[in-house]
């Protein structure tokens, strides 16, 4: 062998040599052990460690760091985007990051956190990858609405829990397909016959109260947002037919109390005290969008039908109005002096309605951004003899029916049904069927209202935890 070729020889050999090895070294996965418990002892364990716990972290071993603190997990295996602890050390709020009071921590760090949670929170390189809590959920179509109607079958049967005072509805959801209704109570989520209010099966909602239902265009899935305040927040995707969780998805540090999903069933959106609105993937669970421009706590959230827009409204009175698949805000509406408590889509997208604690409803075209009508005063209190100063009349919920109705409900202890045009329809009573407080003194208004895929029937829940429904002929244009 000539001395030229003998050196291409070595220069191969060596070639060959370390080029397995980098690509060996780059082969080993990011493990706890190897990556992750150096960074925590040098930047988290001194207020998150074995003789100091705030709010009851300690990120000094692999199983207590799995285990979370207080407010529940703060690593969910292949959510970075959801893992509230990747969430504290990549805010841009200095007040909000973490390590308090110190520099943030280096990219290459913050990237082997994200790294080791997107990989399944190894903990050596011997063990196996953590299972996701998404559960493999597909998105239907949006035209997927034929065959027979999803309805429940076959549930399993739930234990309740037992409350030491009547449970309000705080979520109350009607099917876009069927005679359905799911009604909320602590740790459950009922799925009830409009006609007789009797319930037909039950899902478990362990993490707490759930805060908001909603049905998918499809009438085959369930969202189901809420948790428990100030120490987890969490949306789960239930099959209809099966009760079957089908995807978990965000893990905040207080409750959801905001939510819906797209029409195409491939995002969702969520809100709180936090003042952002995250928009997530149902398929992985990735953080899709975050939007900032809301002050105060996020208090209502809806998809327009067609999937196009997102209306978000907060505790100020603001409504912005948000393209859905870009998260870029389209314009604000700003009609509401006081916080906006439901958002509601008419079939057609064209027009998004608004009530709130002002006693304000009011109904938006969006295509101009300006309200085409108000109804100040819409479910007027009575002043008890003796009261002085202002009563409490906000509107509390607001639905629109299959034709264009809207249907109300507020502290004056009525559902209200209007006209196309704003005109007042009918009216019900929630006190024809019972006196106006119950043996423990709670006062009994109408807290949330649905009406039937049909418009057939009302349906309201109370804050004594029970549903009322009314007849209704669906009123003319």
């Known amino acids: ?47 998150h460690g074995e003789t100091k716990q705030k709010a009851g972290l300690d990120l000094s071993s692999y199983l207590s760091t799995k285990k979370g603190g207080g407010g529940g997990p703060v690593v969910l295996s292949g959510q970075s985007g959801s893992s509230s602890i990747f969430k504290v050390i990549t805010a841009e ?42 559960l493999g959920f597909t998105p239907a179509a949006m035209t997927n609405t034929d065959g027979p109607a999803p309805m429940p079958s076959k549930l399993s049967a739930v234990e309740k829990v037992q409350t030491t005072r009547p449970f309000p509805i705080l979520a109350l959801a009607s099917s876009n397909r069927a005679p359905l209704i799911a009604s909320a109570s602590y740790g459950a989520i009922d799925f009830v016959d409009p006609k007789d209010r009797t319930v037909m099966g039950s899902v478990a909602f362990p993490e707490g109260e759930p805060q908001i239902l909603r049905f998918s265009k499809s009438g085959g899935v369930l969202l189901a947002a809420g948790g428990r305040p100030v120490q987890n927040g969490v949306a789960v995707l239930f099959d209809v037919v099966s009760g079957k969780r089908l995807a978990e998805i965000g893990n905040e540090s207080d409750a ?23 928009i997530f993937s149902t398929k992985d669970g990735a953080l899709l969008h975050t939007l900032v421009k809301h002050t105060d706590w996020v208090t209502a959230i809806a998809f327009s039908p ?27 509406l700003s009609e509401h002096k006081a916080s906006v408590r439901s958002l509601a889509w008419r079939s057609d997208s064209k027009a998004l309605a608004s009530s709130g604690d002002d006693g304000l409803v009011v109904w938006w075209d969006v295509s101009k951004g300006w309200p085409s009508i108000s109804k100040p005063d819409a479910h007027p209190a009575t002043r008890p003899a003796g009261y002085y100063g202002k009563i409490p009349n906000g509107v509390l919920d607001v639905a629109f029916g299959p034709k264009g109705e809207l249907v109300t409900c507020g502290r004056d202890q009525t559902v209200k049904v209007w006209a ?53 002929t669906s009123p003319k244009k």
């Not at 959801?256 to 797209?262: E, Q, R, T």
């Not at 948000?322 to 998260?327: F, I, L, N, Q």
């Open 93 to 134: 709020d200095p007040a909000e990051r973490m390590p308090p009071e110190n520099d943030a921590l280096p990219k290459e760090q913050v990237a082997l956190i994200k790294a080791w949670i997107d990989s399944g929170l190894r903990q050596n390189a011997g063990s196996a990858a953590a299972p996701t809590r998404i």
């Open 420 to 472: 196309t045009d704003g005109q007042l329809v009918k009216t019900f009573s929630i006190l024809e069927e019972q006196s106006k407080t119950t043996t423990q003194g709670i006062k009994i208004f109408p807290t949330r209202v649905a009406i039937t895929y049909d418009g057939a029937i009302v349906v309201a829940g109370d804050s004594a935890g029970r549903i009322h429904s009314w007849p209704l």
């Open 1 to 47: 062998m000539r001395p030229k070729d003998t050196l291409k020889f070595f220069i191969v050999i060596l070639l060959c040599h370390y080029g397995n090895g980098l690509r060996a070294q780059d082969a080993k996965p990011i493990t706890f052990d190897d990556h992750i418990a150096p960074i925590f002892k040098r930047h988290c364990v001194q207020c």
């Open 256 to 278: 959801i109390i905001a939510a819906d999903i797209s029409a195409d069933e491939k995002s969702i959106a969520i809100g709180g005290s936090s003042r952002i609105v995250k």
């Open 306 to 332: 067609d999937g196009k827009l997102l209306a978000t409204g907060d505790r100020t009175g603001l409504i912005h109005i948000w393209d859905a698949t870009s998260g870029g805000v389209v314009f604000p």
